[in-house]
């Protein structure tokens, strides 16, 4: 009777927590909802934060990061504030070289640039920058073409997809043997739910989390997301989280 207590209560623990495991042919991955488009991943020994932003609350619990992957320039993605509030100072930050240059008073033990289409290694994780921006391709755009960086992480045998700020770009929908996929989706910054569940079913991630999707008008309807999604492919595990306490 004991043992089985022990058990409903760590089974209640890791719910609360928000952690979700993936289970691969090294390892598991626990995910981390944090806020907004803020996530983190353990790996191992390893901690991934992804757009630190909130506050350091969030992170509560959760080991100083090995690796900070920044998408953008704007408050949401390169928060300094958190940032600051955070211990950084062994952490290896990824980032576009818009981020780069506006990174001024964040401790660090590396800042490296990827753009676009290119990739570079941590510790064994593939990390490949994709790009996100906004349709259509013009000065007025929220989010430019080549400014940000969505990101592939290829841990173990796991690909997993993190979308930025983006649209339902050709890129997005071109990809390819996804097994995990963060997609924003709010009004006006990225994507209606529409334009994220037809991407998302073209380019069929093996499981979803709809994040990033609080915008002007409120919250995006995550629960039809996730009906658009499952009315026309159900092997497509829409996972939603709650990113927002005031959700």
Known sequence: ???????????????????????????DIKIHPIVH????????????????????????????ADLILITDIHGDHL??????????????????????????????SEIEILNNDNSTSFKGIKITAVPMYNLPVDAESR????????????????????????????????????????????????????????AVLEFQPKIVYPFHFRGQGGFADVEKFKSVINSTNKD?????RNWYTEN
């Open 1 to 27: 009777m004991k043992n089985i207590i022990l058990v409903f209560c760590c089974f209640i623990t890791l719910n609360l927590n928000g952690q979700d495991i993936i289970k691969t042919n090294d390892g």
């Open 37 to 64: 488009g803020t996530l983190a991943l353990e790996y191992k020994e390893f901690t991934i934060y992804v757009d630190p932003y909130g506050g350091a609350e969030g992170f509560k619990g959760l080991n100083d």
């Open 79 to 108: 928060n300094k504030k958190t940032l600051t509030a955070l211990n950084t100072k062994k952490s290896h930050f990824v980032v576009p070289e818009a981020v780069a240059k506006q990174m001024e008073g964040i401790d660090n």
């Open 143 to 198: 989010h430019p073409k080549g400014r940000g960086n969505g990101y592939l992480l290829n841990i173990a045998d796991k690909v997993i997809y993190i979308s930025g700020d983006t649209e339902d770009i050709p890129e997005m929908r071109a990809l390819k043997n996804i097994d995990i996929a963060f997609v924003c989706m709010n009004l006006p910054y990225t994507m209606s739910i529409e334009q994220a569940s037809d």
């Open 236 to 240: 497509i595990e829409v996972r939603l």
